[in-house]
């Protein structure tokens, strides 16, 4: 154990946290850690697996021996590892020794990589923040959202603050692969070229620093693999597990369609009952998401007869497992507009009468904002009456229309025509 952590920790020895261990920066994302470290509140940091969160983490731990920490006041472990002991007791254990190792004075920072997988986690952590306040700061890392059950909220209400981490944005994307935004209208050309790429290869980090196609499909299949296996399979001993990966290839080829649970149960054999379950852990190992219908009424809204669209966490995941017939442009673009709301902490939802309207934004002043996303420039009809008669329906609530398109940009009718690379820039 000692000299595992010896290995995870070479701050401890060289002073500095490797290079090779805090890649590309994230500056947006970073931020949001940092201004954390000050505080007592448990960090945890939550997203897909291979997002950047350990990543976010060594670069966190630079910025704290950077600010004069002690290295040796900086534990990180992994805990990933195919550790036999899977109980609290082996929290206890790395604790123990690694205050054998350096029995460090002042402020400590423990920095614990996919804490999910120990049972109990949550109990050592508040017996800890609860015995030593101050003098030790944690911030942890999961791969699944069951680190927010009911159970964990009430065991560290007030304890812990939560930041979600996606894969990378586009804007992180052009700073990944060197290419400085100073004006988007005059570098219009080339953002284009660079949205492309994004648009098909996704935001995982070392997907989108790594060139061979042949290589990501490979990173880009394993990742979905250990998602369903590790994080699903393993974790909820699910004994269905074909089923299981036969549902959630279903749901990543056909994101952005509108989804019965009936139509899902004829076409993976699976009981509703298993379905909506298997969905929902889909959903917490954050693979897909299910986007309600908008009304007024929650009960409306969640009700098991209104169908469910599906999206998925990443372009690049989804091309690399769903079994398509097509380019799927229109497809991609609508599932990276979905990411990217998700991204703002949009409060959202999709709208269907006689036609549909992809995404409705409700504000905090119960205002609405209507989105339709046609990667075109070649407008139908339908698109643009959806739009119009979402606003009919809703008349004064409805505060602004938006039609995302290729790179067609206009305001008629009082919809706003916006492309969506600089839409998805924040620089319309």
């Known amino acids: 154990m000692k000299q595992l952590m010896k290995i995870w ?3 401890w020895t060289e002073g500095k946290v490797p290079e090779s261990k805090k890649r590309i920066s994230r500056p947006r994302t970073l931020e949001r850690i940092l201004k954390l470290m000050g505080i007592r509140e448990v960090v945890c940091i939550t997203g897909v697996r291979r997002c950047g969160k350990s990543t976010l983490m060594y670069q966190a731990i630079d910025y704290l021996v950077g600010q004069g920490v002690e290295p040796e006041n900086i534990l990180y472990f992994n805990l990933d590892e195919p550790f036999e002991d899977k109980s609290i007791g082996i929290l206890d254990r790395i604790f123990a020794e690694y205050i054998e190792l350096h029995a460090p004075e002042g402020r400590k920072y423990i920095f614990l990589d996919e804490i999910q997988n120990i049972e109990g986690w949550e109990q050592w952590v508040k017996k800890f923040y609860d015995l030593h306040g101050e003098e030790i700061k944690f911030v942890l890392t999961g791969s699944n959202s069951t680190m927010l059950s009911d159970r964990l909220a ?8 939560t930041q979600h981490i996606f894969p990378i944005s ?18 219009k050309n080339v953002v284009l070229h660079h949205f492309n790429r994004y648009l098909f290869k996704g935001g995982f980090p070392e997907v989108v620093l790594e060139e061979d196609s042949d290589i990501n499909h490979l990173r880009l299949t394993e990742y979905f693999n250990s998602i369903l296996l590790r994080d699903i399979v393993v974790g909820r001993k699910i004994r269905e597990s074909a089923k299981l990966i036969e549902l959630a ?10 989804l019965s649970y009936s139509k899902i149960s004829n076409a993976t054999g699976l009981s509703v009952n298993s379905l909506k379950e298997y969905l929902l852990y889909l959903e917490q190992a954050y ?12 009960k409306d809204s969640i009700s098991i007869k209104m169908p469910r669209k599906v999206y998925c966490i990443d372009n690049g995941l989804r091309n690399s497992v769903a079994f398509t017939f097509s380019a799927d442009e229109g497809r991609l673009a609508e ?15 999709y709208w269907k009468q006689k036609r549909e309207v992809d995404f409705v934004i409700k504000g905090r002043d119960q205002m609405l904002t209507g ?3 046609s990667y075109t420039d070649r407008i139908r009809a339908g698109e643009i009456n959806a739009l119009l008669e979402f606003k009919e329906h809703f008349g004064d609530r409805v505060s602004g229309l938006v039609l995302l398109t ?15 690379w600089k839409w998805i820039l924040g620089t319309d």
């Open 9 to 11: 920790n070479p701050w």
């Open 154 to 161: 009430t065991l560290l209400t007030g304890r812990m603050i």
């Open 170 to 187: 586009f804007g992180e994307y052009l700073d990944f692969v060197g290419f400085e935004l100073k004006d988007p209208d005059v570098q």
């Open 249 to 258: 290839n279903y749901s990543l080829a056909n994101v952005s369609t509108l």
């Open 287 to 298: 693979l897909i998401y299910q986007l309600n219908f908008f009304s007024y009424s929650v």
């Open 335 to 349: 599932n990276l507009t979905f990411i990217e709301l998700k991204r703002r902490k949009a409060e959202f939802f």
């Open 371 to 373: 989105i339709n996303c």
């Open 406 to 420: 290729k790179n067609l940009e206009k305001e008629e009718s009082g919809i706003s025509y916006v492309p969506l």
